[in-house]
């Protein structure tokens, strides 16, 4: 398995914008599809971001699409999620997780075998 680190999360008005960053560990990083999922206060998990390891496609939730950027620094075992222009329904505590399948995305919780501990995001009005 992957070890995931997130940090970055923090509280920031309507309009203003955070860096996620997730620090891997453990297996080889490069050859995983990485993820960010989120989660409010009482609503399930829900797939946020991804980018495949090879030919690095990426796929956003449409809730996020043109405010968030996923990437990714192979060298540094990390990736990221720039989120710009948030808005109070990004409020949630958002998750790093690793699936093994690097060449595809998938979007459902149970796909990804590797999770952080997660960071708050508050996104005040």
């Known amino acids: 398995q992957v070890r995931l680190v997130e940090s970055g999360g923090g509280l920031v008005q309507a309009g203003g914008s955070l860096r996620l960053s997730c620090a891997a560990s453990g297996r080889i990083f490069s050859s995983y599809t990485m993820g960010w999922f989120r989660q409010a206060p009482g609503k399930e998990r829900e797939f946020v971001a991804a980018?495949?390891?090879?030919?690095?496609?990426?796929h956003y939730a449409d809730s996020v699409k043109g405010r968030f950027t996923i990437s990714r620094d192979n060298a540094r075992d990390t990736v990221y999620l720039q989120m710009n222009g948030l808005k109070p329904e990004d409020t949630a505590v958002y998750y790093c997780?690793?699936?093994?399948?690097?060449?595809?995305?998938?979007?459902?919780?149970?796909?990804?075998?590797?999770w952080g501990q997660g960071t708050q995001v508050t996104v005040s009005s």
């Open positions: 997780a690793a699936d093994r399948l690097g060449y595809a995305i998938r979007t459902t919780v149970h796909d990804y075998e590797s």
């Open positions: 980018r495949t390891e090879i030919g690095g496609s990426t």
